[in-house]
C-alpha cells in the first residue's frame, strides 16, 4: 500500500521549508566575503595630512616633498626681496629729494657728497664723461655720452633688483602641473588597488584618492603665493626703477645747467668752473 496523499504533501512542504532555509543562509556569503576582503585589506586610519603623507606612494611622497620646498623657497624670496626693495626704494628717494634741492655742482658740494647709493653712481657717472669730454665744446655730444652711460647704470641696477624673481614665476607656472602629476599618479594606484582587491567597495580606494587630492592641494598652495608675490614685485620694481629714472633725469638736468653757465663765462673762468668737481 503506497503512502497517502496527506503524508505525501507533508514531506514536499518540508523539502521546500529546507530549500528557503539554504537560500537564505547562501544569501550573505558575497557581501560576507567582501566585508572580509575590506576587513583584511592594509588601509590607513589616519588620513590626516601627515598620516596620508605617510602612507602615500614613493612617487608622491615626491612629490609633497617637491612643493613643499618650492613654498619655503617662495616665503625666503618674499622675505628676502621685500627688505631689499623697501630699502632700495627708501634710498633712492632719499638722494632724489637732496638733488631736487641742488641749483649747482659747485654751490652745493657738501650737499652732494652726501648723496649715496645709486644716484651717487649716477654722479661719478657724469663726473666720468666730463672729465673724459675736457677741452670739448660740443655740449650736446657730452650730455648724449652722459644720458647713454646713466641709461646703463639704470639698467644695471634693474637687472639686479629682479634677481629671485625669476624663481616665483617658474614655481606659479609649474607647481599646479607638478601637484596635477602626483593626482593622477595616486588615482592611478587607486585603480590598481580596486583589481587588486577585487571590489568597488570605497573603502578601498578612499586613502588613494585622499593622497592624489592632497597632492593637488600642495601644488595650489605652492603656485598661488608665487603668482601673488610675483605680480606684487613686479609693481614696486617698476616704481623703483621710474625713482631711478627720475633721478638720471635730474642728474642730467644738473649736468646740462652746468655745462650752460660753464659757456656763459670767459674761457678762463670755465676752466676753473669745471661741473661736477665734487664727484671726481
Sequence with gaps: MGPSPARIGCVSAATLRGAAMLAGLAAPVPALAQDNVVATATLPRD?????????ADPVVKAVLIGLAL??????TV?????IEI???KRRVRAASNKLAGVRSTLENVEQLAEIQGEVAQFLDAAATELKLSHRLTDNEGIKERIASRLERIEASYGRRILRGTGVLATIGATAPFVGLFGTVWGIMNSFIGISKSHTTNLAVVAPGIAEALLATAFGLAAAIPAVVIYNVFARSIAGYRAGLGDAAAEVLRLVSRDLERAAAVPTSSARRATPLSVAE
Excluded: D, F
Design 47 to 55: 588620513l590626516s595630512p601627515w598620516g596620508m603623507y605617510l602612507n
Design 70 to 75: 618650492a613654498s619655503i623657497v617662495t616665503w
Design 78 to 82: 618674499w622675505l628676502a626681496k621685500t
Design 86 to 88: 623697501v630699502l632700495a
